[in-house]
């Protein structure tokens, strides 16, 4: 009877160590703690050894993860003890390996990688281990092989781990996809990784799985694209579930990284109290290298506020030092910059040039986002040091880096933004070479750092395959069509299957990069001039938070020192203001104060942008902005002709000869937007030869395909903006919206293009000096010249430009030249006139 009570406790408390497990899966931390407390009082009871290690070892788990880390220990050290008394045989060395298991990935778990690493390769030999056991060493190890920077052979283990969890069931399978698709992403295999955390995604739904795990490693992959609001979605979204569910163990993981992405927003406070909030929890657990990690980022916050205390250097010095003792190399590199920016605020000469030095040496091993970091210390100890040629050479090897980093990357998008990781080393450079004061060499280095995104060209996906239909259809449903003028939504709700088509895209285009891209060289000063011909280039850029300019004309250069970027954006945050009044009908009673308005703001803009640079009135220019200058109505600052492109380079690009394409001219009228149809007509009287599409014609396969190969096109349809993603800027069609990113996609390029729609040339300037946007996109793609305005804009008004403006381009001028001489016919005395004079410019050389 005692022997069979004692087999019946057994079987009880193995059910409830299996049970506690189940809840544990479910982040149900307490029912499991609960049940293994009951489990292991019952093991105790029938005297099973093997049962109490066992029981023990699961609480361990249990209890690490909900942040009782002394606790936790506990258990482990009390495992250890029953494991002596346990009788010799196959279950004491199963019951051995797992508890040295668990040992290394407590070391691992506190960032000790240096100590976790070798346990795990010794245990990755162990015999005793079950496939159970197996991959989640194996998959452990490569994490923190990964962490150390070896992403090729982290991610030979986690394939095995791959492999023997597959045959698990999908509970074991996603964490390990997880870890796969991070290691690909930090080893620049992007399309690969972002199709396993994908498929993570899936397996975690098909297991009834909670996703807080994956949330938090998709934020750091996200982070590392720049992709900020995707990221900041999902690391909030790893906090609040990993809350609800009170584990906070990987909460405290998953606050550090929304602490490490508000710091990237520019959202300084949030930063700093999130990663306050993250150091205590972390201490309480006692994991000193996440704790170190997240100290680093309260420091920045409070660093780049203005509110570093001396007192910190000390501590980031003695965080770096322990990170690198624990191999954790993108760490240490992220500690020692932070170290040396806060010996330069202090004037410590020597601690900056040797923490500077010491992240430039231990980067050089990293993977490319780590050595572009690597490359930004070195080049600020050469700036500390008054060695200025060091400084070039050192921003110079950076941004090559970016640029083959940029260049693997499968939409124009992710390349823009990846342009942002440079953004520092591109001000460092031009702060050399500003001091030069040679007009070639900072035109040079602007061009370095100037719309590269824009420079590759990548194939088209044919208008009328199954899915760009299937796209369109369902992209239809969230678009808004709004009148031109008076719109009240000029933003376009995010829609799901937008989010779906964005996301689809990192993973695909990719390949097609991979079977060929067309890369535009830069241009040097000499074949500049010779496109520019009797033209004058006028390109800004931005340093120290002033603006400066380099004129360049067929005889000589120049580089002109201007004002504050900060003014500026108040005059044409004012202007905008001004415009968005005269362009509603509905604010009559109101235009003559807005006019008086957007006249003195146009003349102070003229006054900051345009008079220092000694330009003759009737000088045809070319203008190249920089930043938020991306947004003045520059035709509306100077008397003569003026077009606008994203870079010198580009604009080059433009002025190359081109035949006239066969397929002629394109007039579309779109859908729902009073004026169109009477503007299309009065065009085609202009040109009888024209294909003429109207509003239930115009659909995007039919208007698509014609403009691939129209010489040029003219699109009079409602324009929707997307501030926060000009990707999904689109342009409304007889079956739905068209995107910026669909037009790209496509193809589409028309020799020349004219949108007649609002906002269809509010292009976006991001860090690392690269813009997104209609125009840019169709520029990117091999159109050579757009017209386009910047602004909501009138219909009527708009009729009389186009006319004026299509009058000019038969007679054979170009967009800026036929631009120059419609705006001279309105009258500006209108408020819809004054709108269009000062919002439509042209962009490019055609």
């Not at 509603?584 to 006249?599: I, Q």
Request: hydrophobic fraction near 45%; aromatic fraction near 4%.
């Amino acid at each position: 009877m005692a022997s069979r009570a004692a087999g019946d406790l057994r079987a009880l408390a193995w059910s409830l160590r299996a049970l506690a497990w189940a809840h544990r899966s479910r982040w149900d931390h307490g029912t499991a703690d609960r049940l293994l407390a009951e489990a292991l009082r019952l093991g105790r009871r029938s005297g099973d050894g093997l049962l109490v290690v066992h029981v023990r070892m699961t609480r361990h788990a249990v209890r690490q993860e909900m942040g009782r880390a002394a606790a936790a220990r506990r258990d482990l050290d009390a495992a250890l003890e029953a494991l002596v008394d346990a009788p010799e045989g196959e279950e004491r060395s199963l019951a051995a390996a797992r508890i040295r298991m668990q040992q290394a990935t407590s070391d691992a778990n506190a960032g000790r990688m240096e100590r976790a690493e070798p346990r795990l390769r010794e245990l990755a030999r162990d015999p005793w281990l079950t496939d159970t056991d197996r991959y989640k060493l194996l998959n452990n190890l490569g994490f923190v092989i990964a962490h150390r920077g070896a992403y090729d052979e982290a991610l030979e283990w986690v394939e095995q781990a791959v492999e023997v969890a597959a045959r698990l069931g999908p509970a074991a399978l996603a964490p390990v996809l997880q870890s796969r698709a991070w290691i690909r992403v930090q080893s620049g295999r992007l399309a690969l990784g972002l199709r396993d955390f994908d498929e993570a995604a899936r397996v975690y739904a098909d297991a009834g799985l909670p996703l807080g795990e994956y949330y938090a490693e998709y934020a750091d992959t996200m982070a590392d694209l720049r992709l900020l609001p995707e990221a900041s979605t999902a690391a909030r979204r790893a906090v609040e579930e990993f809350e609800a569910a009170h584990v906070p163990f990987m909460g405290a993981e998953a606050r550090l990284r929304l602490a490490q992405i508000s710091l990237l927003e520019g959202d300084l406070e949030a930063a700093r109290v999130t990663a306050e909030t993250a150091v205590a929890a972390l201490d309480r657990q006692r994991r000193g290298a996440w704790r170190d990690r997240a100290l680093l980022v309260g420091v920045e916050a409070r660093r780049l506020a203005g509110e570093a205390t001396a007192t910190e250097l000390a501590a980031v010095r003695r965080a770096a030092a322990r990170l690198e003792r624990g191999g954790n190399l993108p760490g240490a590199v992220q500690a020692h910059l932070v170290a040396g920016r806060l010996a330069m605020a202090e004037d410590r000469r020597e601690v900056a040039l040797t923490e500077l030095g010491r992240a430039g040496r231990l980067a050089s091993g990293g993977a490319v986002l780590v050595r572009v970091r690597g490359r930004l210390a070195v080049a600020l100890a050469a700036r500390v040091a008054d060695r200025h040629t060091d400084v070039l050479a050192a921003c110079r090897a950076g941004l090559r880096d970016l640029a083959g980093h940029r260049a693997s990357l499968p939409t124009m998008e992710l390349r823009a933004l990846a342009s942002g990781h440079g953004a520092e080393l591109g001000e460092l450079g031009l702060g050399v070479v500003l001091r030069q004061s040679s007009p070639a060499r900072v035109l040079e280095w602007m061009e370095r750092t100037r719309a590269a995104a824009l420079l590759t060209r990548v194939p088209a996906e044919p208008t009328t395959s199954p899915r760009a239909r299937d796209r369109r259809q369902r992209l239809a449903s969230g678009f808004d069509t709004t009148t031109r003028a008076g719109a009240t939504a000029e933003v376009v709700a995010d829609v799901e299957e937008q989010v779906r088509e964005r996301a689809s895209s990192w993973t695909r285009d990719v390949v097609q990069d991979e079977r060929g891209v067309e890369r535009a060289q830069v241009f040097g000063l000499g074949p500049l001039r010779d496109a520019l011909g009797d033209r004058v280039l006028v390109e800004y850029g931005r340093h120290g938070g002033r603006l400066v300019a380099v004129v360049v004309r067929r005889s000589r250069s120049r580089v002109v020192e201007l004002g504050q970027e900060a003014e500026v954006d108040d005059q044409l945050r004012a202007l905008f203001f001004a415009l968005r009044r005269l362009a509603n009908p509905r604010a009559s009673a109101s235009s003559d104060a807005a006019r008086a308005s957007a006249d003195l703001r146009v003349d102070e803009l003229h006054r900051m942008l345009v008079a220092p640079l000694g330009l003759r009135p009737d000088d045809e220019l070319v203008v190249v902005p920089a930043g938020l200058l991306h947004g003045v109505p520059w035709s509306a600052l100077h008397e003569g002709p003026v077009a606008m492109a994203p870079s010198a380079t580009l604009w080059a690009r433009t002025a190359e000869a081109a035949t006239v394409r066969d397929g002629g001219t394109v007039l579309v009228a779109g859908p729902e937007l009073d004026g169109a149809r009477e503007e299309v007509d009065a065009l085609a009287a202009l040109h009888p030869a024209a294909t003429v599409l109207g509003p239930q014609e115009s659909t995007a396969e039919v208007v698509l395909g014609a403009l691939a190969e129209a010489d040029l096109g003219h699109l009079a349809c409602h324009g929707a903006l997307r501030a926060d993603n000009p990707m999904f800027s689109s342009l409304a069609l007889a079956d739905g919206p068209v995107t910026v990113q669909e037009l790209h996609a496509a193809g589409a390029a028309p020799r020349r293009l004219v949108l007649a729609s609002c906002h269809g040339g509010a292009d976006v300037a991001y860090a690392g000096g690269e813009v997104l946007g209609l125009v840019s996109a169709m520029l990117a793609q091999g159109t050579q010249g757009v017209v386009a305005s910047i602004a909501a804009i009138p219909d009527v008004e708009a009729v009389d430009l186009m006319v004026g403006l299509h009058r000019r381009l038969r007679s054979g001028d170009t967009l800026a030249h036929a631009l120059h001489a419609a705006r001279a016919g309105i009258d500006r005395q209108t408020p819809g006139g004054y709108v269009n004079w000062c919002t439509f410019g042209a962009h490019g050389a055609a």
